[in-house]
C-alpha cells in the first residue's frame, strides 16, 4: 500500500494493489518432432510438438545439425502445442537436435528440453518374411517377400543368388516359384533375395529349400515284337521295371 503528503501536510487515503511473486522457471514440459524419419518429401514444413506447458508465456526453438541451425519463436496459448513449418532444408543429412527455451509471464525461462530426429534422404528398403524351406516333387511352390521402404517413389529391383534350376524369379515381385519334378529331388543351399532401390540394398538371409521325394505311379508301357509259332519270349527287366523303354 502507498499514500501521499502533499506541501500542506495532507497525508491521502492508502492505495493497494496486489503482486504476484514467481522466480520458478518452467518445468515438467517435453518435446518430440512429429516425423520419424526427415526426407526431400518433408524437410521444408517439420513439426514438432510441446507438452505439459503452463499455458501461457512465450517459447523459442532451434534446429541444429551440430554446425549449422534454424531457429523461430511462439506465443503459447496452450498446455499442449504445435510448431508447424520449420524449414530445415539447409540443414545437412544426419542426426538433428531440436531445442526449445521455455519463458513464461514472469520472464522466468526454463531448462532447453530437446529432441532428436534424423535427416536421410535415402533410406534402405527392408525385406521381411519367412520362406518355407521345404515342397514336396510335384507341388506348387511359391514365396513372396515383404518390402518396406519409407521413402516414397523409390523403384525397386529384385535379384537372386543360387536359384533353383526348376524355379522362376520375378524381378518386379521378388517372387520365387515353380513346380519341382521328380528329377529336382534334393537341396538346394544359400538361396538369397536382395532388393535395390538402386542407391542402397537390403537382402533376406540365406535359406535352403529341400525338394522331397514323392512315391510314383507305376507306368506301363507297350512294346511290340515278332514272335514265330511256337517259340518263346523272354523280356528281362529290371527290378521295379515294369517296361522295356
Not at 508301357?221 to 514272335?227: A, H, I, K, P, R
Amino acid at each position: 500500500s502507498a499514500t501521499q503528503t502533499d506541501s500542506a501536510g495532507n497525508i491521502s487515503p492508502a492505495a493497494t494493489t496486489a503482486i504476484t511473486l514467481d522466480n520458478t522457471a518452467p518445468t515438467g514440459h517435453a518435446v518430440s518432432v512429429d516425423q520419424s524419419v526427415i526426407n526431400t518429401s518433408n524437410e521444408s514444413a517439420i513439426s514438432a510438438t510441446l507438452t505439459g506447458l503452463e499455458g501461457s508465456g512465450t517459447l523459442s526453438y532451434q534446429v541444429s545439425d551440430g554446425s549449422s541451425s534454424v531457429s523461430g519463436t511462439a506465443t503459447i496459448t496452450a498446455a499442449t502445442q504445435q510448431i508447424t513449418g520449420v524449414n530445415v532444408t539447409s540443414l545437412a543429412e544426419g542426426g538433428l537436435t531440436f531445442s526449445a527455451l521455455v519463458t513464461d509471464a514472469a520472464g522466468n525461462v526454463s531448462p532447453a528440453v530437446t529432441a532428436t530426429v534424423t535427416k536421410q534422404y535415402n533410406v534402405a528398403p527392408v525385406l521381411s518374411g519367412s520362406p518355407s524351406t521345404s515342397t514336396a516333387e510335384d507341388t506348387a511352390y511359391s514365396f513372396i517377400p515383404t518390402l518396406t521402404d519409407s521413402d516414397t517413389g523409390d523403384t525397386h529391383t529384385f535379384s537372386i543368388i543360387n536359384k533353383p534350376s526348376w524355379a522362376s524369379f520375378n524381378a518386379s515381385t521378388g517372387e520365387l516359384s515353380g513346380t519341382p519334378d521328380n528329377s529336382h529331388v534334393g537341396s538346394y543351399a544359400a538361396i538369397t533375395i536382395s532388393v535395390s532401390d538402386g542407391t542402397v540394398s537390403a537382402s533376406l538371409a540365406p535359406f535352403t529349400l529341400a525338394v522331397t521325394n514323392t512315391n510314383d505311379a507305376p507306368v506301363g508301357q507297350n512294346f511290340s515284337f515278332n514272335l514265330d509259332e511256337a517259340a518263346t519270349l523272354t523280356v528281362a527287366l529290371a527290378n521295379g521295371l515294369l517296361s522295356n523303354a
